[in-house]
Nanobody
Framework: QVQLVESGGGLVQPGGSLRLSCAAS????????MGWYRQIPGKEREAVAS???????NYAISVRDRFTISRDNAGNTVYLQMNSLKIEDSAVYYC???????WGQGTQVTVSS
């Protein structure tokens, strides 16, 4: 059983920054790829960024050069640093253990002036 708990969401002005965290339970975390997704009401959940067990990263075009995914295997945590936030980045952000059905509960990010 794996539990994923996100934190770090909130309200920020356009151009601001937030860092999301996803704490994972289980000793196998370091061997697993992790991903961040986001969802706006009425729309499908979309992939934002992913990081392999070895640290290889991949990003959606819309967030490339603004968001950075990283991981701390010792702390069983994956992060999403979000800079230069735009209004259209507002969504509920979820972390996921890739190639599984394990998802976090989500954290709300609202970008508004």
């Amino acid at each position: 059983q794996v539990q994923l708990v996100e934190s770090g969401g909130g309200l920020v002005q356009p151009g601001g920054s937030l860092r999301l965290s996803c704490a994972a339970s289980g000793s196998a975390f370091r061997f697993k790829a992790m991903g961040w997704y986001r969802q706006i009401p009425g729309k499908e959940r979309e992939a934002v960024a992913s990081i392999s067990a070895g640290g290889f990263t991949n990003y959606a075009i819309s967030v490339r050069d603004r968001f950075t995914i990283s991981r701390d295997n010792a702390g069983n945590t994956v992060y999403l640093q979000m800079n230069s936030l735009k209004i259209e980045d507002s969504a509920v952000y979820y972390c996921r253990l890739l190639e599984s059905n394990y998802w976090g509960q989500g954290t709300q990010v609202t970008v508004s002036s």
